[in-house]
């Protein structure tokens, strides 16, 4: 694979940056079709380095929405929000209290919605 190979990282970080423009659609998830392959995306780019991004944590900002969107049901993200968990230790550290209060809002959304 092309990005394990270090002298092409810098590609995934060109790559990331110019996918941006398609990333912000999912601010509004109500009025987008593709939010499930935005966040499937997103789960590729953090696989693939082991990291999480400042782009794919400014995605992640919008993950209840998408939550609320598919009837509070994780779905797709679930996998993704692991590889947020694994990959993502040292800024969900940093950010303790902000991810914290996320996570636990879309557990909540998702157990007890009606």
């Known amino acids: 694979m092309i990005s394990e190979r270090p002298e092409y990282a810098q590609f995934d970080t060109q790559f990331e940056e110019m996918l941006k423009p ?18 499937m995306n997103v789960k590729q780019f953090i696989r693939r380095n082991n990291k999480v991004s400042a782009v794919q944590w400014e995605v992640f900002k919008y993950f209840p929405g998408v ?8 779905s797709t993200m679930f996998d993704t ?6 990959f993502g230790k040292q ?4 950010e303790m209290n902000h991810m914290i209060k996320v996570l636990a809002q879309m557990a909540e959304q998702a157990l007890f919605s009606t």
């Open 22 to 39: 398609l990333y912000s659609y999912i601010q509004e998830p109500m009025s987008i079709c593709f939010e499930d392959e935005i966040i």
């Open 67 to 74: 939550l609320a969107k598919n009837k509070d049901s994780f």
């Open 81 to 86: 929000i692991n590889h947020f968990l694994t």
């Open 91 to 94: 800024a969900l550290c940093a």
